[in-house]
């Protein structure tokens, strides 16, 4: 067995071209640790953002030598520490935690919390399981900033992206009349989620989930007194007649992942691969979803 492995870093961010591969020591899992070969691991935006140097911009990234890529993964449990209950040789996925560390998940292998993680059901391949935990788990706790719809009116900005998607699902769930705004040739999508659908950014909304990443754009959407949830946290743009501003600080959640799993299998979520390519081509995966309009998740294979 090796006793290293390779990671995805950067030093000094400056886009896909600063992404360099470096060998790092394999480590045994702790007490409630597993060590997981990775299987599949997502592109996501805000790891374009942590490649472009957004995050060591805001201050939050104090990493002295460099910074390890990637959030969210899928993979095959090879170790665990004492007092896990998950066997070797488990289907799990999961996320990792914050900005300010060394290590990610675009990656051969990782050590997380067994209590971040959660098994994949037998129906759902890695891959696409890969592409749930971060948005998942995003969207899920964006809907709980919402809280409870009673019937009122919610635009989801970005209702085709990968987030934009699950928190049109979950809303509905929680007594929201959700409604998506999107692009004229995402209509049908939306719509199949049960939602209605706009391409108009009108005002007027009780509360309005910013997955789209409008900011100050998103404020006028919302009607005096109402709420405005996005995706950036530290970002949010200031509050005004009366609305309540909030930014999702996403955080795993082991159990909730098992039941967006679940629903992914049922196809309530949809699992949404738009390619899978070997780990190698981060950069070129990076170049590609910075252009837009990808529907789904690149998925890197170490």
């Known amino acids: 067995m090796s006793t290293t492995f390779r990671t995805a870093v950067i030093r000094i961010p400056g886009g896909p071209d600063s992404i360099e591969f470096i060998d790092v020591p394999v480590v045994e899992p702790g007490p409630g640790q597993v060590r997981v070969a990775i299987a599949g691991t997502s592109v996501n935006p805000v790891d374009l953002a942590l490649t472009a140097g957004v995050f060591h911009q ?28 998950i066997a070797v040789g488990s289907r799990v996925a999961g ?9 990610g998940t675009y990656a051969e292998q990782l050590v997380v919390p067994a209590s971040d993680i959660a098994v994949v059901p037998d129906e759902l391949e890695l891959t696409a399981a890969a592409t749930v935990p971060l948005n998942g788990l995003t969207a899920a706790q964006l809907v709980d900033l919402l809280g409870e719809g009673g019937g009122r009116s919610l635009l989801v900005t970005g209702a085709a992206g990968a987030v934009g998607g699950y928190v049109v699902t979950l809303a509905q769930d929680r007594g929201w009349k959700v409604t998506g705004l999107a692009r ?45 949830v996005g995706v950036r946290p530290g970002g949010e743009p200031p509050a005004e007649r009366g609305i ?21 299998v049922t196809g309530r979520l949809p699992a949404r691969v738009h390619a899978v390519v070997p780990l190698d081509r981060v950069a070129e995966a990076h170049r590609t979803v910075a252009e837009g309009g990808i529907r789904g998740r690149y998925v890197l294979q170490p």
Do not use: Y
Request: aromatic share 6%; glycine share 10%.
């Open 58 to 85: 805001m201050g939050v990234i104090n990493q002295p030598d460099h910074t390890g890529l990637g959030t969210d993964f899928a993979g095959i449990v090879e170790a665990v520490g004492p007092d896990v209950d």
């Open 95 to 103: 996320t990792v935690d914050g900005f300010d560390r060394d290590f």
């Open 244 to 264: 309540t501003v909030r930014a999702v600080s996403v955080r795993p959640d082991g159990d909730r992942l098992a039941a967006l799993l679940k629903d992914t």
């Open 184 to 228: 004229t040739q995402d209509e049908e999508f939306v719509r199949s989620l049960g939602a209605d659908f706009t391409t108009a950014a009108i005002s007027g909304w009780d509360a309005v989930a910013d997955t789209a990443v409008f900011q100050e754009k998103a404020l006028p959407l919302v009607r005096d007194g109402g709420v405005l």
